[in-house]
């Protein structure tokens, strides 16, 4: 009686332990728009975070799109080439800007 | 049907436009508040409002905070590293202890809550970006509505229990934290924390458990910081490895991150950037409505509870007022038992609106140091969108 307690404690508290198994993340397909520069953003904004990332901040200025992606390169030490800096922040722009340069 | 909801959603996000046009260079107004639930459930989570899948991003809704404890599947989860291990085994996980102390130490869960003192502490875990999108022009980051908060009961073994354990050096000075996430690439800064060892009180634990089950694998299972009064930025999950070490080691989450202007007014503008930089460290008192929220119908001279839940840093809520006249006028709302100084503290008001049409609720809260909310028009603007705590406010139809 007394050992049929604590397994029946044990299963209670360690949820985990019930699901002796890999956990499984939902992989959600943010829509996201395609057009020039996008064959850009698809190889080299997916490696560290999902393009949720970029949907989240809302339409933005040129000035911000362009730091938002030379951070990654800064902070992040994402390996982009300079030309590939230049037509995703163009595509950001376009296509999740608002209209302002700065 | 579908038509009629299309034209409603489009309404609104035209009069968002309107609004944010109206704002002049760095101003604050009322953070978003109109995102719906994903249809999609993450793991031990009910659906929750879902801005990333890699890493995990989930903000709790406002209904969430009518209750002085938060449920473990509607707390909100925040990663920023997106190569999180899948699966965790209990038997063999060890948190290790080294760098300045006397003996490295390899501790089982097991050995942990077998061979130390077991504490408990209600507290609110806040991000301190919660909120941001109430900043214009945008402060980078996740631009979170008011969700990116909770409060649980938390349960483990004090920090300072451990690090006697392993003995301090003499010249110990700051206590470095890692946990199990990686990131993608090899050459990103690793989220890494670091705390003086000044910082170090009694309340500081390392906890398993929250709410009475094991921490839920997005909240860090199977271990994690919890610094009390503390936004959460060092709350570090999934927690692995303990280093003391006697200076400071530069970092990027550190030196870069989760830092705001060190002047009085902790404020800036986009054009004048202000350096230096401090931490983000304590936080400041806030209170959020969790019901009624925006555009709930209610009847008119039917009697309305408003419910909601204040907080601080952990000097405790003297009172949560209530207004409807636009803050012109106060009443003073009805605290629940208090369940610590560092946990939500629930409140409620009754109003009985006489008025038909739109009907504006604000709460304001003070804290026993007489520190109080401003309005959310007065809060100065900060490049990290951090330590937003201006009146909320929702707005409710009556009919």
Not at chain 2, 22 to 50: C, H, M, W, Y
Not at chain 2, 189 to 208: G, K, S, T
Request: charge should be neutral.
């Amino acid at each position: 009686m007394k050992i049929l307690l604590t397994a029946l404690v044990l299963t209670a508290s360690a949820l985990m332990a019930q699901v002796n198994e890999p956990v499984e993340v939902p992989y959600i397909a943010y829509e996201i728009k395609t057009g020039k520069g996008f064959d850009a953003v698809q190889a080299n904004c997916l490696t560290c975070h999902s393009f949720g990332y970029i949907i989240n901040q809302g339409p933005q200025a040129r000035a911000f799109w362009l730091e938002k992606t030379v951070k990654m390169v800064d902070a992040f030490k994402a390996p982009i080439t300079p030309e590939d800096v230049q037509s995703i922040a163009e595509y950001l722009f376009t296509y999740y800007g608002n209209g302002e340069e700065k | 049907m579908q038509r009629r909801e299309f034209f409603k959603k489009s309404f609104a996000a035209a009069s968002a436009l309107a609004l944010a046009d109206t704002l002049g260079a760095s101003e604050t107004r009322q953070p978003i508040d109109n995102r719906k639930v994903s249809s999609i459930a993450f793991p031990e989570k009910r659906p929750l409002i879902t801005y990333s899948d890699r890493p995990p991003l989930l903000e709790s809704p406002r209904e969430t905070f009518s209750r002085a404890i938060t449920p473990n599947d509607e707390f909100f989860v925040r990663w920023h590293m997106p190569e999180i291990p899948t699966h965790i085994d209990p038997a063999t996980y060890k948190i290790h202890i080294n760098g300045a102390v006397e003996r490295e130490l390899h501790i089982s869960l097991d050995s942990l809550k077998l061979d130390f003192e077991q504490v408990e502490v209600t507290a609110v875990l806040q991000c301190g970006g919660n909120s941001r999108s109430a900043f214009t022009p945008t402060a980078g980051g996740i631009q979170w509505g008011h969700g990116a908060m909770g409060c649980a009961k938390w349960k483990g073994v004090r920090l300072r229990d451990l690090l006697s354990r392993a003995g301090l050096k003499k010249d110990a000075a700051w206590i470095g934290f890692n946990g199990l996430d990686n990131a993608a690439y090899y050459e990103t800064p690793n989220f890494v924390r670091e705390m003086p060892l000044e910082d170090l009180d009694d309340h500081v634990i390392v906890a398993y458990e929250m709410n009475g089950e094991d921490l839920p694998y997005l909240n860090g299972y199977p271990l994690r910081l919890v610094i009390p009064g503390h936004y959460s930025d060092s709350w570090v999950k999934m927690l692995s490895n303990i280093t003391v070490t006697t200076e400071y080691q530069k970092l990027f989450f550190m030196d870069v991150a989760y830092r705001v202007p060190d002047n009085d007014c902790e404020c800036e503008t986009p054009e004048n950037r202000f350096k230096p930089t401090k931490p983000i460290t304590t936080m400041n008192v806030k209170s959020i409505i969790g019901y009624p929220t925006n555009n709930t119908i209610v009847h008119h001279n039917t009697h309305l509870v408003v419910r909601g839940v204040a907080f601080d840093d952990g000097h405790g809520i003297r009172d949560v007022l209530i207004s409807t006249d636009g803050g012109k006028t106060w009443g003073t709302a009805l605290l629940d038992k208090d369940a610590g100084r560092y946990a939500f503290r629930a409140f409620r008001y009754a109003i009985k609106p006489t008025k038909m049409g739109k009907l504006t609720i604000m709460a304001k809260a003070i804290n026993r140091l007489g520190a109080e909310q401003p309005f959310a028009h007065e809060i100065k603007w900060n490049h990290g969108g951090y330590k937003f705590n201006g009146i909320d406010a929702v707005t409710v139809e009556v009919i």
